[in-house]
């Protein structure tokens, strides 16, 4: 059975903060993974996306990490701003059944000015 | 561009009663995809749609929930009859292609979320 699993559930931070975000999954045959904002009451966007054959993606203040022998992705956000206030969300892909996205729960964060 | 337009974004019903959720892809995505987010989890896929063909319902409640996109654009998604775990957000995405084409990047729209009483 997939799995997603990300930790902490809910994250409150001063602003300025730097902070990381974890996400955990079973399958290792993994085809990309990606990091998605959720604001409320509006659809996902999508921030990130890393290949298999990738270690990590960059945009910004935002640093996406990836490793598939343990299994773990890592979203770094530098400098948090209250604007970063959302839910994040994990997804991947799997090799065998690429057109669907298994996502992780998310990560509630708010950032305090 | 415009994106992906959902309708209505909030709906009450009682339980047993039918419901239906309309959406309007950008314009020119192939594919369309269907999400149920339960609240505190993440989206799960429903159905996805390639033009007006289904891809993938494996994960669809047939015996309450149905779907169409008869002309490959727009799509309509049914409950009937609707019970109290139905409460949720529907999700609707588009994209260019299937991500076997290399059409990574689905658009969600702002969803609908529905309360079943």
């Known amino acids: 059975k997939q799995e997603v699993t990300q930790i902490p559930a809910a994250l409150s931070v001063p602003e300025g903060e730097n902070l990381v975000l974890n996400c955990s999954f079973t399958?290792?045959?993994?085809?990309?993974l990606q990091w998605f904002r959720q604001d409320p009451g509006k659809g996902l966007t999508s921030l990130l996306l890393?290949?298999?054959?990738?270690r990590e993606q960059t945009s910004g203040r935002l640093n996406a990490s990836l490793d598939k022998s343990s299994g773990r992705s890592t979203l770094y956000i530098a400098a948090s701003q209250p604007g970063d206030s959302a839910t994040y969300l994990c997804?991947?892909?799997?090799?065998?059944?690429?057109?669907?996205?298994?996502f992780g729960p998310g990560t509630s964060l708010s950032v305090i000015p | 561009e415009a994106g992906v337009a959902q309708s209505p974004r909030y709906k009450i019903i009682e339980k047993r009663q039918s419901v239906a959720f309309w959406c309007n892809p950008i314009?020119?995505?192939?594919?369309l995809y269907w999400y149920q987010q339960i609240l505190g989890q993440g989206p799960k896929l429903l159905i996805q749609?390639?033009?007006?063909?289904?891809?993938?319902d494996s994960q669809l409640p047939k015996d309450r929930f149905s779907a169409e996109r008869l002309k490959g654009v727009d799509s309509t998604l049914k409950i009937q009859p609707a019970k109290l775990e139905d409460s949720a957000v529907y999700l609707c995405?588009?994209?260019?292609?299937?991500?076997?084409?290399?059409?990574?990047?689905?658009?969600f729209g702002p969803g609908t979320r529905l309360l079943v009483l």
């Open positions: 890393i290949q298999s054959s990738q």
């Open positions: 314009s020119g995505h192939a594919t």
């Open positions: 997804a991947y892909r799997m090799k065998t059944s690429y057109d669907k996205v298994i």
């Open positions: 399958d290792s045959a993994i085809y990309n």
């Open positions: 749609f390639q033009n007006n063909g289904v891809v993938d």
């Open positions: 995405a588009s994209s260019l292609a299937p991500p076997r084409w290399g059409a990574e990047t689905q658009y």
